[in-house]
């Protein structure tokens, strides 16, 4: 069975919500949608206080290239365009509604056919994905009609569907393959034609058996569309590791993308977005989001309308248990913990996990005893002990010659260092450092010509 | 003896040889610098801090020996006079810049400002500050895990454990502009430093609103502009919600202080205007 | 709605939130398990004496570095992560049973004090501070370092009888195996030895690359000796075989090579480093002035890997 070479871990699975088939969330009375729910620029809001929208109305649109509209998930009055507080207690513009009944947009079709027929040429569908203000739904939020923008000179030879969900805990994409096989795989042939590609792989790790047997089944029509169950390991969702894993071509350290040796990846959950986008003319408006952790009563899958307070959904969940508590906005190895727990779901978010008792805390640091796990866990080849240190000490041109720009931030260094040092903090922070001055280094090259 | 002897001499002649062979690789690799630029060296305070922007003193003196014109250079440690000493060794016109030291703009003690959640992460404000709006209900403040306490090479700096801000010794502050720097938060300022230590400054720096501002934080700055209202010399401006006092255009008459319902106006070395000369005015 | 969730105090810090529930000191309670069959069967072959130089060995070095961490160091106690430990039961087993007691303790001083302190403690030792200890003790005291006859053996180890026999007569492989020989504590009992390498593996406290490796490199340096000198038939295996189970090849390469501080960061690297252990032990070995050499070659080994760590390097991602 295939994985990737290079490094990973095999941290606990937890998937406690494997089982739990998608429940539709009740409408929220008031929603929260952020301007900036996607990497690029904030979007610039089409709407005032106190006019009505429909679901599926475009209330925000996309500040040039790369960014990403945002449409109206329920339907009700603008009643607010203000900063509000993210999950991390910093506030960022967002446009907030009130929900009156729930009204959609008259050109949404929300039958339950799944349409295989696609007339539409290539630029044609890309148009449509980004009038659907679609971004990865994986984590990392990228614009998905940028990602599809093929740059001049590369050439796409496979679409990729991310199935992989390493994150422990979270079973969100399990859900969504196991549940809508079918769309998934249109939507997979969606992306295929838009890029013009004749090849489509569909990762997806072996703890999910449904999965993989349903996505088979649904693809088995198509000669083009190749599910490949792959051995579990973390970080195998991560873009690069599963490009290894499915085709054995590394890509480059940055810049270089994906497209560089051919490869467009994307999230099982976003290649269900992009075929309601196309097929449905559906926006994103709601995702499906795993509610889990071992002091949750119910660990469940949800599908929920964007904006809606994450509290609600722990709430549904049976609660946050008693005592020392981590709530987590994505899973234990590379999710965000969160303080403002009545923060909206945006679109990246797949998941929210709470972690209790004793999982809440860090275990106390020692001192490093060299034991090299670090080194040997990097999926990138890199030396986490060397650029931790470096960065504490702020030995920043040591760090950039370190290569701590291609480091993908997996955690696998720090969740397997058993003096349990926090290297990973201080290497995302060297990462950040070096790559603004890598930033400002081009800039004032630029701007010398 | 004989072996003794031996030992001692064959360790004499290495080491004569060895004198030898350093002298000329000395020579034969001697770099030609201008002499000048080990005496400006000397007159610099050797602290090597960066506070002057190069990497050390010895930078420092290389660009005040080269540059035709020294007015941008400035050593925040040895201030003004040790600028003038090297210009007029140098023979070229002293940079004038007058004396600052490190303000934390921050009141935010404990006792003040309440925990909200539990940091949990590698003890650094740059690394807790690049996660999160911090350990308090205020975004803007003071982090208090001291990375500016590390980067004093001065020991100007010290975190007081009873509010769990930094405080500032002006004795032994350079103004070298270090923690300035380390501030993920940008909370340390360089203000003009008075005779006798003495200063008014807004001790906050948050934007947010009057009534989140109050809610997370019993000492911030609400932005009800009532010190801008009554400062006499147009020092004090509001901008999106925070009162900022211009150090150039202070000149310490403490009224300010007195209108502040907050606090958040801070007095140092100074005693506080009487309280009924302010309500005679109002 | 969610009112309670407000007040409650939550805890926040950067991802990953999973750690791994290996600790420092789980791993040196796994390498004092993984040495206890060795210890067991050094008793069977040397009686109780054994059991008393360990104890003395380990108390001294755990008492050691209390003693410094508390009055010289002034730092918080570092012996509960029971790296002192391994050191004292590893000096032991590189000790005779006949050694006199205030030599352990000098022993154990040598290699807390002077090899791992003085360089800050776990973590920063360049040397393997057991070795450091057993070679001091070697140099100072060679007479009562080399006394192996006791009771049940007599006359010098296997190694020793045929660095001075000109032609190799064959060996008790068989004794080799199970400890039935004259010598140091743990370094008798290959089979004992092998078992802790097997329990070390499966706990995945150290890989098998660098033990291996140094076995493969002494077998095949072995090997060829043997064919250049010209020997035919059964000697052609029994020398490499006589080689890795004799002296302290097996304590060596398992638990003292491995050593995480002192061995390189990176696979490749413990690789060339296990190939100079291998090497330079068989060349002790063979042309040196002392029967073993395994100690001298993790020294000396150890003194290259900080020169390795720079050199060699993981293949990072993505770069051929």
Not at chain 2, 31 to 52: F, H, S, Y
């Given at each position: 069975m295939k994985t990737f070479r290079k490094g990973g871990i095999h941290p606990s699975e937890n998937k406690l919500s494997a089982g739990a088939a998608i429940e539709e969330f009740a409408l929220p009375d008031v929603v929260v949608l952020p301007l900036s729910q996607h990497i690029g620029a904030p979007a610039t809001p089409v709407v005032a206080v106190g006019d009505h929208v429909v679901v599926g109305q475009l209330v925000a649109e996309a500040t040039g290239f790369v960014s990403a509209r945002v449409h109206a998930s329920v339907s009700g009055t603008v009643v607010a365009i203000e900063p509000r507080l993210n999950p991390q207690g910093i506030k960022q513009p967002a446009i907030v509604i009130r929900r009156e009944e729930d009204q959609w947009a008259p050109e949404i079709d929300r039958s339950q056919r799944v349409v295989t027929e696609c007339v539409l040429s290539g630029a044609e569908i890309i148009e449509k994905i980004r009038r659907a203000g679609i971004v990865g739904l994986g984590g990392a939020t990228f614009?998905?009609?940028?990602?599809?923008?093929?740059?001049?000179?590369?050439?796409?030879?496979?679409?990729?569907?991310?199935?992989?969900?390493?994150?422990?805990?979270?079973?969100?994409?399990?859900?969504?393959?196991?549940?809508?096989?079918?769309?998934?795989?249109?939507?997979?042939?969606?992306?295929?034609?838009?890029?013009?590609?004749?090849?489509?792989?569909?990762?997806?790790?072996?703890?999910?058996?449904?999965?993989?047997?349903?996505?088979?089944?649904?693809?088995?029509?198509?000669?083009?569309?190749?599910?490949?169950?792959?051995?579990?390991?973390?970080?195998?969702?991560?873009?690069?590791?599963?490009?290894?894993?499915l085709t054995g071509r590394e890509v480059p350290p940055p810049p270089a993308l994906p497209i560089d040796v051919g490869a467009v990846v994307s999230n099982a959950s976003t290649v269900l977005a992009v075929y309601e986008a196309v097929q449905k003319d559906k926006p994103l408006v709601e995702r499906v989001v795993t509610v889990t952790g071992k002091g949750l009563k119910e660990p469940k899958n949800l599908l929920v309308r964007l904006g809606t307070p994450m509290s609600a959904l722990i709430e549904v969940a049976g609660g946050l248990p008693e005592g020392d508590c981590k709530v987590l906005g994505g899973g234990p190895m590379m999710g965000r913990a969160m303080i403002q727990l009545d923060a909206p779901v945006t679109k990246g978010c797949s998941g929210i996990t709470v972690l209790s008792g004793a999982d809440?805390?860090?275990?106390?640091?020692?001192?490093?005893?060299?034991c090299a796990k670090c080194v040997a866990a990097c999926p990138m080849g890199l030396e986490p002990y060397l650029l931790s240190k470096g960065a504490q000490r702020q030995k920043w041109e040591a760090l950039e010659a370190g290569d701590v720009t291609s480091c993908i931030e997996c955690g696998c260094c720090q969740a397997t260092c058993p003096a349990h040092l926090p290297l990973l903090d201080w290497i995302r922070l060297g990462k950040q450092t070096v790559s603004g001055m890598i930033r400002a280094r081009a800039m004032a090259q630029t701007s010398r010509k | 003896m004989e072996v003794l002897l031996f030992t001692v001499l064959t360790l004499c002649a290495l080491g004569v040889l060895s004198a030898v062979v350093l002298y000329f690789v000395a020579r034969r690799f001697r770099v030609e610098e201008d002499p000048r630029i080990d005496e400006v060296e000397k007159m610099l305070p050797g602290a090597n801090c960066g506070g002057c922007g190069f990497a050390g003193c010895r930078g420092m003196a290389d660009a005040?020996?080269?540059?035709?014109?020294?007015?941008?250079?400035?050593?925040?440690?040895?201030?003004?006079?040790?600028?003038?000493?090297?210009?007029?060794?140098?023979?070229?016109?002293?940079?004038?810049?007058?004396?600052?030291?490190?303000?934390?703009?921050?009141?935010?003690?404990?006792?003040?400002?309440?925990?909200?959640?539990?940091?949990?992460?590698?003890?650094?404000?740059?690394?807790?500050?690049?996660?999160?709006?911090?350990?308090?209900?205020?975004?803007?403040?003071?982090?208090?895990?001291?990375?500016?306490?590390?980067?004093?090479?001065?020991?100007?700096?010290r975190m007081n454990p009873q509010t769990g801000l930094p405080e500032v010794d002006p004795e032994k502050c350079t103004a070298c502009g270090a923690c300035v720097k380390a501030c993920p938060k940008h909370i340390i300022e360089l203000r003009k430093r008075w005779p006798g230590n003495r200063a008014v400054y807004v001790s906050c720096v948050s934007h947010d609103r009057g009534a989140a501002v109050m809610k997370a934080c019993k000492a911030g700055c609400i932005g009800c502009g009532k010190c801008v209202k009554v400062c006499p010399f147009g020092a004090i401006t509001l901008d999106k919600n925070l009162a900022y006092i211009d150090p150039q255009k202070c000149r310490l008459c403490r009224k300010c202080v007195n209108e502040c319902p907050t606090g958040a106006i801070v007095l140092s070395n100074m005693k506080p205007l009487p309280v009924d000369k302010v309500q005679v005015k109002e | 709605m969610m009112n309670a969730d407000k007040v409650k105090n939550l805890i926040v810090a950067p991802s990953p939130h999973v750690q791994t529930t290996q600790t420092t000191q789980s791993i040196m309670r796994d390498v004092l398990i993984a040495l206890l069959p060795a210890l067991l069967v050094s008793t069977w072959a040397f009686g109780w004496r054994v059991i008393g130089i360990t104890a003395l060995s380990v108390v001294c070095c755990v008492g050691f570095e209390y003693l410094i961490q508390r009055f010289v160091v002034r730092g918080a106690s570092t012996v509960g992560n029971l790296s002192a430990a391994v050191t004292g039961v590893l000096l032991a087993f590189n000790l005779p049973v006949t050694i006199p007691w205030w030599i352990v303790v000098i022993g154990a001083f040598v290699a807390i004090a002077v090899a791992k302190m003085t360089f800050g403690g776990?973590?920063?030792?360049?040397?393997?501070?057991?070795?450091?200890?057993?070679?001091?003790?070697?140099?100072?005291?060679?007479?009562?370092?080399?006394?192996?006859?006791?009771?049940?053996?007599?006359?010098?180890?296997?190694?020793?009888?045929?660095?001075?026999?000109?032609?190799?007569?064959?060996?008790?492989?068989?004794?080799?195996?199970?400890?039935?020989?004259?010598?140091?504590?743990?370094?008798?009992?290959?089979?004992?030895?092998?078992?802790?390498?097997?329990?070390?593996?499966?706990?995945?406290?150290?890989?098998?690359?660098?033990?291996?490796?140094?076995?493969?490199?002494?077998?095949?340096?072995?090997?060829?000796?043997?064919?250049?000198?010209?020997?035919?038939?059964?000697?052609?295996?029994?020398?490499?075989?006589?080689?890795?189970?004799?002296?302290?090849?097996?304590?060596?390469?398992?638990?003292?090579?491995?050593?995480?501080?002192?061995?390189?960061?990176?696979?490749?690297?413990?690789?060339?480093?296990?190939?100079?252990?291998?090497?330079?032990?068989?060349?002790?070995?063979?042309?040196?002035?002392?029967?073993?050499?395994?100690?001298?070659?993790?020294?000396?080994?150890?003194?290259?890997?900080?020169?390795?760590?720079?050199?060699?390097?993981?293949?990072?991602?993505?770069?051929?």
């Amino acid at each position: 069975m295939k994985t990737f070479r290079k490094g990973g871990i095999h941290p606990s699975e937890n998937k406690l919500s494997a089982g739990a088939a998608i429940e539709e969330f009740a409408l929220p009375d008031v929603v929260v949608l952020p301007l900036s729910q996607h990497i690029g620029a904030p979007a610039t809001p089409v709407v005032a206080v106190g006019d009505h929208v429909v679901v599926g109305q475009l209330v925000a649109e996309a500040t040039g290239f790369v960014s990403a509209r945002v449409h109206a998930s329920v339907s009700g009055t603008v009643v607010a365009i203000e900063p509000r507080l993210n999950p991390q207690g910093i506030k960022q513009p967002a446009i907030v509604i009130r929900r009156e009944e729930d009204q959609w947009a008259p050109e949404i079709d929300r039958s339950q056919r799944v349409v295989t027929e696609c007339v539409l040429s290539g630029a044609e569908i890309i148009e449509k994905i980004r009038r659907a203000g679609i971004v990865g739904l994986g984590g990392a939020t990228f614009p998905t009609h940028v990602k599809l923008t093929i740059p001049a000179g590369r050439k796409a030879e496979f679409v990729i569907v991310n199935g992989a969900e390493c994150e422990p805990y979270l079973t969100s994409d399990q859900r969504v393959m196991t549940e809508r096989s079918g769309e998934v795989v249109e939507g997979a042939r969606l992306l295929a034609k838009a890029l013009g590609v004749t090849r489509v792989l569909i990762g997806i790790e072996n703890n999910k058996p449904e999965a993989i047997a349903r996505m088979t089944e649904a693809a088995a029509r198509y000669p083009e569309i190749e599910v490949v169950p792959l051995r579990m390991k973390y970080p195998q969702g991560g873009e690069k590791q599963l490009i290894a894993a499915l085709t054995g071509r590394e890509v480059p350290p940055p810049p270089a993308l994906p497209i560089d040796v051919g490869a467009v990846v994307s999230n099982a959950s976003t290649v269900l977005a992009v075929y309601e986008a196309v097929q449905k003319d559906k926006p994103l408006v709601e995702r499906v989001v795993t509610v889990t952790g071992k002091g949750l009563k119910e660990p469940k899958n949800l599908l929920v309308r964007l904006g809606t307070p994450m509290s609600a959904l722990i709430e549904v969940a049976g609660g946050l248990p008693e005592g020392d508590c981590k709530v987590l906005g994505g899973g234990p190895m590379m999710g965000r913990a969160m303080i403002q727990l009545d923060a909206p779901v945006t679109k990246g978010c797949s998941g929210i996990t709470v972690l209790s008792g004793a999982d809440a805390s860090r275990q106390p640091a020692q001192t490093c005893i060299k034991c090299a796990k670090c080194v040997a866990a990097c999926p990138m080849g890199l030396e986490p002990y060397l650029l931790s240190k470096g960065a504490q000490r702020q030995k920043w041109e040591a760090l950039e010659a370190g290569d701590v720009t291609s480091c993908i931030e997996c955690g696998c260094c720090q969740a397997t260092c058993p003096a349990h040092l926090p290297l990973l903090d201080w290497i995302r922070l060297g990462k950040q450092t070096v790559s603004g001055m890598i930033r400002a280094r081009a800039m004032a090259q630029t701007s010398r010509k | 003896m004989e072996v003794l002897l031996f030992t001692v001499l064959t360790l004499c002649a290495l080491g004569v040889l060895s004198a030898v062979v350093l002298y000329f690789v000395a020579r034969r690799f001697r770099v030609e610098e201008d002499p000048r630029i080990d005496e400006v060296e000397k007159m610099l305070p050797g602290a090597n801090c960066g506070g002057c922007g190069f990497a050390g003193c010895r930078g420092m003196a290389d660009a005040l020996v080269t540059h035709e014109d020294i007015s941008a250079l400035y050593c925040p440690v040895g201030g003004a006079e040790c600028m003038n000493r090297v210009a007029s060794y140098l023979g070229k016109s002293a940079p004038v810049k007058e004396a600052q030291t490190a303000t934390v703009r921050c009141g935010g003690a404990c006792a003040q400002r309440p925990r909200t959640n539990t940091y949990d992460g590698a003890r650094s404000c740059a690394v807790a500050a690049s996660l999160y709006a911090g350990e308090t209900g205020c975004a803007f403040g003071c982090v208090g895990f001291g990375d500016c306490v590390k980067v004093c090479t001065f020991g100007a700096l010290r975190m007081n454990p009873q509010t769990g801000l930094p405080e500032v010794d002006p004795e032994k502050c350079t103004a070298c502009g270090a923690c300035v720097k380390a501030c993920p938060k940008h909370i340390i300022e360089l203000r003009k430093r008075w005779p006798g230590n003495r200063a008014v400054y807004v001790s906050c720096v948050s934007h947010d609103r009057g009534a989140a501002v109050m809610k997370a934080c019993k000492a911030g700055c609400i932005g009800c502009g009532k010190c801008v209202k009554v400062c006499p010399f147009g020092a004090i401006t509001l901008d999106k919600n925070l009162a900022y006092i211009d150090p150039q255009k202070c000149r310490l008459c403490r009224k300010c202080v007195n209108e502040c319902p907050t606090g958040a106006i801070v007095l140092s070395n100074m005693k506080p205007l009487p309280v009924d000369k302010v309500q005679v005015k109002e | 709605m969610m009112n309670a969730d407000k007040v409650k105090n939550l805890i926040v810090a950067p991802s990953p939130h999973v750690q791994t529930t290996q600790t420092t000191q789980s791993i040196m309670r796994d390498v004092l398990i993984a040495l206890l069959p060795a210890l067991l069967v050094s008793t069977w072959a040397f009686g109780w004496r054994v059991i008393g130089i360990t104890a003395l060995s380990v108390v001294c070095c755990v008492g050691f570095e209390y003693l410094i961490q508390r009055f010289v160091v002034r730092g918080a106690s570092t012996v509960g992560n029971l790296s002192a430990a391994v050191t004292g039961v590893l000096l032991a087993f590189n000790l005779p049973v006949t050694i006199p007691w205030w030599i352990v303790v000098i022993g154990a001083f040598v290699a807390i004090a002077v090899a791992k302190m003085t360089f800050g403690g776990l973590g920063k030792n360049p040397f393997n501070p057991a070795i450091v200890g057993r070679v001091f003790l070697l140099i100072a005291y060679p007479v009562q370092m080399t006394s192996f006859a006791t009771d049940a053996f007599t006359g010098a180890t296997p190694l020793a009888a045929m660095k001075f026999s000109p032609v190799f007569a064959g060996a008790e492989l068989g004794d080799l195996f199970i400890g039935n020989v004259a010598g140091s504590l743990g370094e008798v009992a290959a089979g004992a030895l092998l078992l802790g390498f097997a329990y070390l593996l499966w706990r995945r406290v150290i890989t098998w690359h660098i033990p291996v490796t140094i076995f493969i490199t002494m077998a095949l340096f072995a090997f060829f000796v043997a064919w250049g000198r010209g020997w035919t038939g059964a000697a052609l295996w029994e020398f490499p075989m006589f080689h890795l189970l004799a002296g302290g090849a097996m304590l060596g390469a398992i638990f003292m090579a491995t050593d995480y501080v002192t061995s390189p960061m990176t696979v490749r690297g413990g690789v060339i480093y296990a190939v100079g252990i291998g090497a330079l032990t068989m060349c002790f070995r063979l042309w040196g002035a002392y029967p073993e050499g395994m100690s001298f070659a993790i020294l000396i080994m150890n003194a290259t890997v900080p020169l390795i760590n720079k050199y060699v390097k993981n293949r990072r991602f993505g770069v051929k």
